[in-house]
């Protein structure tokens, strides 16, 4: 049984596990999407999220902080510098993790994580979809609607038909006198 185990040791010792997830974390900093396997990404998720979080206090005692998990001086760098400032206005869940299929070798499962606010291929999509409305509200909507073509047509377009039927009587009068010549 699996009581009070929290975290998966992804069969290796702690200092190998700590060392690949540092690795995995500064590469997915510094690359923005990687490719490995499911039960890896779920770990790595819980480690560089935490570390997303911090990079919004750009403090040297955050830096300090974030360089002792990472060990790369690189990807500390170019975490306090670009992604944080994209992942400002998000709460939290700043890694997506896509499945990808089986690996041909071990049929492991496979999959890509990556940074969320650096997919421009979903976030272009997010712009297209429309907001959803309730039901409600829309059958509020389409009362309006039929409410709306049941109404006349507002003052001002009756007194322009009558001006405009009270200006044909008029031309009908000098077409008249016109065709019709006092001698």
């Given at each position: 049984?699996?009581?009070?185990?929290?975290?998966?040791?992804?069969?290796?010792t702690s200092a190998h596990r700590k060392?690949?997830?540092?690795?995995?974390?500064?590469?997915?900093?510094?690359?923005?999407?990687?490719?490995?396997?499911?039960?890896?990404?779920?770990?790595?998720?819980?480690?560089?999220?935490?570390?997303?979080?911090?990079?919004?206090?750009?403090?040297?005692?955050?830096?300090?902080?974030?360089?002792?998990?990472?060990?790369?001086?690189?990807?500390?760098?170019?975490?306090?510098?670009?992604?944080?400032?994209?992942?400002?206005?998000?709460?939290?869940?700043?890694?997506?993790?896509?499945?990808?299929?089986?690996?041909?070798?071990?049929n492991a499962d496979m999959c890509f994580?990556?940074?969320?606010?650096?997919?421009?291929?979903?976030?272009?999509?997010?712009?297209?979809?429309?907001?959803?409305?309730?039901?409600?509200?829309?059958?509020?909507?389409?009362?309006?609607?039929?409410?709306?073509?049941?109404?006349?047509?507002?003052?001002?377009?009756?007194?322009?038909?009558?001006?405009?039927?009270?200006?044909?009587?008029?031309?009908?009068?000098?077409?008249?006198?016109?065709?019709?010549?006092?001698?």
């Amino acid at each position: 049984m699996r009581h009070q185990k929290r975290i998966n040791h992804l069969g290796r010792t702690s200092a190998h596990r700590k060392a690949m997830l540092s690795n995995m974390a500064s590469s997915l900093i510094l690359h923005k999407r990687i490719t490995t396997t499911l039960a890896k990404a779920k770990a790595l998720r819980s480690y560089v999220e935490p570390l997303i979080t911090r990079s919004k206090d750009d403090s040297t005692h955050s830096r300090r902080v974030v360089f002792s998990y990472l060990q790369n001086k690189e990807a500390v760098s170019e975490l306090f510098r670009e992604v944080s400032k994209k992942i400002m206005e998000r709460p939290g869940g700043y890694t997506r993790i896509l499945k990808t299929g089986m690996r041909a070798g071990d049929n492991a499962d496979m999959c890509f994580i990556e940074l969320v606010d650096y997919n421009e291929a979903m976030l272009g999509k997010k712009e297209e979809v429309k907001a959803k409305t309730t039901r409600r509200s829309r059958k509020k909507k389409e009362e309006e609607e039929t409410a709306e073509a049941k109404t006349p047509a507002p003052k001002e377009e009756k007194e322009v038909k009558k001006s405009k039927k009270a200006a044909k009587p008029a031309e009908e009068e000098d077409s008249s006198t016109e065709e019709n010549p006092v001698i």
